[in-house]
């Protein structure tokens, strides 16, 4: 499962950087290549003050070594090495009327002291943030995950996206991070699923993701905003921020086995607003949205 997998995310960044690239027209992204010292390392891209994306990151990696004692108490094992590898992606756009987007998809092996797997797994999903809501971009976002989805199992969409609207969800807060997609993690050989079913499953979700997306911020980029719209877009990236830095697990695993903090980090947007007790006017756009995000929504 390993290297066919590690050798679909490094054509997938480049594919996903590509399409970014063109959609922005004016900025490219930086390349950092990066060695983990335990183990491993990663290939980070980030876009910066583009036409379209004020920040953005689309990063790969494969880690390995000794699992850290926080995480083996975590997975209830002692003495355990790991692989792990993924590509993890965060786009936050310039114009409010264009939603963030966030995916990952990734691949886990544990082993015992004699180097045999004892566990693998994959993991993933991608789910839409956005800031005003337009409800043909949420069905046509949650639509093309569902054909994703039913490609392999009619019954894997429903189940997916009600985990991603339970992960994705600021508890201290009521209310979802975003609309949603999918969320899926520690998918194991059943009795019905080989780890190649698995694999072709979560490479299909990948392949999905700029259908899902590129057509929405063509569709809104270059509409008109308000100071007071620009406001709106960043008060909520910052339950953007609190989601990210209180429940992600991602980011606790990446902070916990010593990955580097600047690929980590690479999701908190640039510019972000935290005003006391605010909440939008009755009856208003942000408003809307809020109701939405307190009642996630069956968009499909």
Same mark, same amino acid.
């Given at each position: 499962?390993?290297?066919?997998?590690?050798?679909?995310?490094?054509?997938?960044?480049?594919? =996903?950087?590509?399409?970014?690239?063109?959609?922005? $027209?004016?900025?490219?992204?930086? @390349?950092?290549?990066? *060695?983990? +010292? %335990?183990?491993?390392?990663?290939?980070?891209?980030? =876009?910066?003050?583009?036409?379209?994306?004020?920040? $953005?990151?689309?990063?790969?990696? @494969?880690?390995?070594? *000794?699992? +850290? %004692?926080?995480?083996?108490?975590?997975?209830?094992?002692?003495?355990?090495?790991?692989?792990?590898?993924?590509?993890?992606?965060?786009?936050?756009?310039?114009?409010?009327?264009? +939603?963030?987007?966030?995916?990952?998809?990734?691949?886990?092996?544990?082993?015992?002291?004699?180097?045999?797997?004892?566990?693998?797994?994959?993991?993933?999903?991608?789910?839409?943030? +956005?800031?005003?809501?337009?409800?043909?971009?949420?069905?046509?976002?949650?639509?093309?995950?569902?054909?994703?989805?039913?490609?392999?199992?009619?019954?894997?969409?429903?189940?997916?996206?009600?985990?991603?609207?339970?992960?994705?969800?600021?508890?201290?807060?009521?209310?979802?991070?975003?609309?949603?997609?999918?969320?899926?993690?520690?998918?194991?050989?059943?009795?019905?699923?080989?780890?190649?079913?698995?694999?072709?499953?979560?490479?299909?979700?990948?392949?999905?993701?700029?259908?899902?997306?590129?057509?929405?911020?063509?569709?809104?980029?270059?509409?008109?905003?308000?100071?007071?719209?620009?406001?709106?877009?960043?008060?909520?990236?910052?339950?953007?921020?609190?989601?990210?830095?209180?429940?992600?697990?991602?980011?606790?695993?990446?902070?916990?086995?010593?990955?580097?903090?600047?690929?980590?980090?690479?999701?908190?947007?640039?510019?972000?607003?935290?005003?006391?007790?605010?909440?939008?006017?009755?009856?208003?756009?942000?408003?809307?949205?809020?109701?939405?995000?307190?009642?996630?929504?069956?968009?499909?």
């Amino acid at each position: 499962m390993k290297e066919p997998f590690v050798a679909y995310i490094r054509k997938l960044q480049d594919t =996903i950087t590509s399409a970014i690239e063109t959609i922005d $027209g004016a900025a490219t992204f930086q @390349e950092d290549l990066w *060695k983990r +010292p %335990e183990g491993g390392g990663g290939r980070t891209r980030v =876009i910066e003050n583009g036409a379209v994306f004020e920040k $953005g990151g689309v990063n790969i990696s @494969e880690v390995h070594g *000794k699992l +850290p %004692e926080s995480m083996q108490q975590y997975f209830g094992v002692k003495d355990a090495d790991f692989f792990a590898c993924g590509l993890s992606l965060v786009l936050h756009p310039k114009n409010p009327m264009v +939603p963030t987007v966030h995916a990952n998809w990734r691949y886990f092996e544990m082993y015992d002291a004699s180097g045999t797997i004892v566990d693998q797994w994959f993991g993933g999903g991608q789910d839409l943030t +956005p800031y005003y809501l337009f409800d043909e971009d949420a069905i046509h976002f949650h639509r093309t995950c569902k054909s994703a989805c039913d490609k392999h199992n009619i019954s894997f969409y429903p189940k997916y996206k009600a985990r991603c609207d339970e992960y994705f969800y600021n508890a201290h807060r009521q209310e979802g991070r975003g609309i949603g997609g999918l969320f899926f993690d520690y998918l194991k050989k059943s009795d019905t699923m080989t780890m190649k079913d698995w694999s072709a499953f979560v490479t299909e979700v990948g392949n999905s993701f700029l259908s899902a997306y590129v057509p929405i911020v063509e569709k809104r980029k270059d509409l008109l905003f308000t100071k007071q719209q620009k406001d709106w877009q960043e008060i909520r990236r910052g339950r953007y921020v609190e989601f990210n830095l209180v429940h992600d697990k991602g980011t606790l695993f990446g902070l916990k086995t010593n990955g580097r903090i600047e690929s980590i980090l690479m999701s908190l947007p640039p510019q972000v607003q935290w005003r006391y007790d605010h909440h939008p006017e009755a009856g208003s756009k942000e408003e809307e949205l809020i109701k939405v995000l307190q009642n996630p929504k069956d968009w499909v």
